[in-house]
């Protein structure tokens, strides 16, 4: 049974980086074809996807238009785990944070973790 | 960007159908994905690849696709009460979520 635990500060001050950690049992983060996800979900309504990466003989990196610039997401074959950085963040960042695998669609995800952005 | 659009919310009594549509340029072209999504939860994966419905997952949710996809909740009950997203791939093959249903069973 595949799962996946987020960890990572709630809190975060406005223009700093939000980092987020996804560790992952059950599978592996290189793992040929099978991406590692991270969507969040704002309070002003709606699911946003993030960005990903997958190993497909070569690490793949593929972020949203949205986020392009600020965003970061690394794999760490050692711990078996991948991260998100999201650099200079605003209010406008405040939302709960989810990491994913897309095996057939986004079928397993973590727990979430709010993310407030404020000083 | 590349845009899904969803009725904003869908009302039903129990026991009755609920129908939600995802409407996009390329749908038609492109498979369709269903989240569930609940207060305090994490979303649910309920329709993959147009029509596929994960183990687990119950019977009366389907799927189907063309130039619009459709999440089918048919004998709707209390507990499917939540927010529903469809999500597709753009042209760069990156997800996009639509922009979400409330489904009401009362």
């Known amino acids: 049974q595949v799962q996946l635990q987020q960890s990572g500060p709630g809190l975060v001050k406005p223009s700093q980086t939000l980092s987020l950690t996804c560790g992952i049992s059950?599978?592996?983060?290189?793992?040929?074809?099978?991406?590692w996800n991270w969507i969040r979900h704002s309070p002003s309504g709606g699911l946003e996807w993030l960005g990903r990466?997958?190993?497909?003989?070569?690490?793949?990196?593929d972020y949203a238009a949205s986020v392009k610039g600020r965003i970061t997401i690394n794999p760490d074959t050692s711990r078996n785990q991948f991260s998100l950085q999201l650099d200079s963040v605003t209010p406008e960042d405040t939302a709960v944070y989810y990491c994913a695998r897309s095996l057939y669609g986004m079928d397993v995800w973590g727990q979430g973790t709010t993310v407030i952005v404020s000083s | 960007s590349y845009e899904l659009t969803q009725p904003p919310s869908v009302s039903v009594s129990p026991g009755q159908t609920a129908r939600i549509t995802c409407s996009g340029d390329a749908l038609a072209k492109k498979y369709a994905y269903w989240y569930q999504k609940k207060p305090g939860q994490a979303p649910v994966l309920v329709i993959y690849?147009?029509r596929k419905r994960p183990s687990g997952v119950p019977e009366r949710f389907s799927g189907s696709s063309g130039t619009m996809a459709t999440l089918t909740i048919s004998g709707a009950q209390v507990e499917d009460e939540a927010d529903y997203y469809c999500?597709?791939?753009?042209?760069?093959?990156?997800?996009?979520f639509g922009t979400g249903t409330k489904v009401t069973v009362l």
């Open positions: 059950g599978d592996s983060v290189s793992r040929n074809n099978v991406a």
């Open positions: 999500c597709s791939t753009d042209s760069s093959g990156n997800p996009v």
């Open positions: 690849e147009d």
């Open positions: 990466t997958l190993y497909r003989s070569k690490w793949i990196y």
